[in-house]
């Protein structure tokens, strides 16, 4: 793993989806998961969630720490993040501390926040992408005129 995760070993992590697991529903646990198949749900107030290389996940994190080398539809709050070079996000990030390395296909919004700010995304607005294109196409239609 990466600078954010040193006090991970490599092995303890409480629950595993493996490659050729597939699981739908929200994970609700304390301990640590490893994504190496397919998820498609929530994980909620986990130590440490790793998407591995062949894995996918859709849904939203919430942990202590974050690290995604495969790829995740969804939504990232979390004190550190690490987004490898093998990895495709598309979602939102919220974190204290964040790392992406080079070659990582990221289309995310991301914020650092402080201490003194929120951990969640409830209390903020979603963003959304297909509304800010209409409105630029619909104002660039209106610069041709």
């Known amino acids: 793993m990466g600078f954010l995760n040193k006090d991970i070993k490599n092995g303890d992590y409480v629950s595993v989806i493996s490659e050729e697991c597939y699981f739908q529903g929200t994970l609700d646990l304390q301990g640590s998961v490893r994504v190496d198949g397919k998820l498609e749900g929530n994980v909620d107030n986990a130590q440490y969630v790793t998407v591995s290389k062949n894995g996918f996940m859709k849904g939203n994190i919430s ?12 939504d990232i709050c979390a004190e550190s993040v690490e987004i490898l070079s093998t990895a495709k996000l598309n979602g939102n990030v919220r974190s204290k501390k964040i790392l992406i390395e080079g070659g990582a296909e990221v289309n995310a919004s991301i914020k650092v926040v402080n201490k003194e700010e929120p951990e969640n995304f409830e209390d903020e607005e979603k963003i959304d992408y297909e509304e800010d294109e209409k409105k630029e196409t619909s104002k660039d239609k209106e610069k041709k005129k």
């Open 63 to 74: 942990a202590k720490g974050v690290v995604i080398i495969g790829t995740l539809e969804g």
